[in-house]
């Protein structure tokens, strides 16, 4: 709109009311186009997400030289939480099939959603939790795909503690309830705290600082704000709630108001 109201004015005072005309309409084409090739550049990158991202994960998945009925479920829940559609769920499962070829170049495939997050920092923290989604479905994580995952993670420049933490996030919010009254497991609530980075012995106060900083980081429309793509918005509304089964576990047991 800003476009066309430019290019009036500009022919408003080059041509008269004839080149006002002329110039809304010279606008008007020029905004379609622009729209076009942003839509087109956005669709590329949405397309290229989601080529890395399945591609690593079918590497991963198979790792341990076998892929679990428990690995593919949850490999289609995640189509369905990123909201694909049937072409985009194709191509995915084209992608995932390639990742677990023993030619798959998984160094190459990691640097290429490296350059395309462009180091946003929320973004590579999303997808490696996509990944541990995908190769932990099964209850465990075999030595030899935690190995891969934290190769991953240092090429995309995350480290082994933010593995650690993304694990111990992930057993927390999935180690099921612990039932009116009653405390959850020790080894649950050790991961709930390495979840928000703390110890048992935090304080209230720095426990509830904590958890601030981390929702706080982490919350959907901040990281919207911050470029996060449209189709990973699931994610991290997945991993805010995973913050709060955390917190909420450590606030039972320490009772905390």
Same mark, same amino acid.
């Given at each position: 709109m800003l476009i066309i109201v430019i290019a009036a004015i500009l022919g408003l005072l080059i041509g008269g009311f004839n080149g006002l005309l002329i110039g809304a309409a010279m606008g008007y084409l020029a905004s379609l186009a622009l729209q076009r090739t942003v839509?087109?550049? &956005?669709?590329? @990158?949405?397309?290229? #997400?989601?080529? =890395?991202?399945?591609? $690593?994960?079918?590497a991963l998945c198979k790792a341990d030289s076998r892929i679990t009925r428990d690995e593919i479920n949850a490999v289609e829940q995640i189509f369905t939480m990123l909201r694909l559609g049937a072409e985009q769920r194709r191509k995915a499962k084209d992608a995932f099939n390639r990742g677990k070829q023993p030619g798959f170049d998984l160094d190459a495939a990691v640097d290429r959603f490296a350059a395309i997050s462009r180091g946003r920092a929320p973004l590579l923290q999303l997808f490696l939790q996509l990944q541990l989604m995908a190769v932990a479905a099964d209850g465990r994580l075999d030595p030899a795909e935690q190995q891969m &995952?934290?190769? @991953?993670?240092?090429? #995309?420049?995350? =480290?082994?503690?933010? $593995?650690?933490?993304?694990?111990?996030?992930?057993?927390?919010?999935?180690?099921g309830p612990?039932?009116?009254?009653?405390?959850?497991?020790?080894?649950?609530?050790?991961?709930?705290?390495?979840?928000?980075?703390?110890?048992?012995?935090?304080?209230?106060?720095e426990i509830k600082r904590a958890y601030r900083k981390l929702i706080s980081q982490n919350h959907p429309d901040k990281l919207a704000a911050r470029g996060l793509p449209e189709s990973m918005r699931a994610v991290a509304e997945e991993r805010?709630?995973?913050?709060?089964?955390?917190?909420?576990?450590?606030?039972?047991?320490?009772?905390?108001v």
């Open positions: 839509i087109g550049g &956005l669709n590329v @990158v949405q397309g290229e #997400l989601l080529d =890395t991202t399945f591609g $690593v994960m079918g &995952l934290v190769r @991953v993670a240092r090429r #995309l420049g995350l =480290t082994e503690q933010d $593995v650690s933490q993304l694990e111990a996030l992930l057993r927390a919010a999935t180690g612990s039932g009116p009254g009653r405390a959850p497991p020790p080894d649950r609530l050790a991961d709930a705290y390495a979840a928000l980075g703390i110890t048992p012995e935090a304080s209230p106060a805010s709630r995973e913050i709060n089964a955390a917190y909420d576990l450590i606030k039972a047991a320490r009772k905390i």
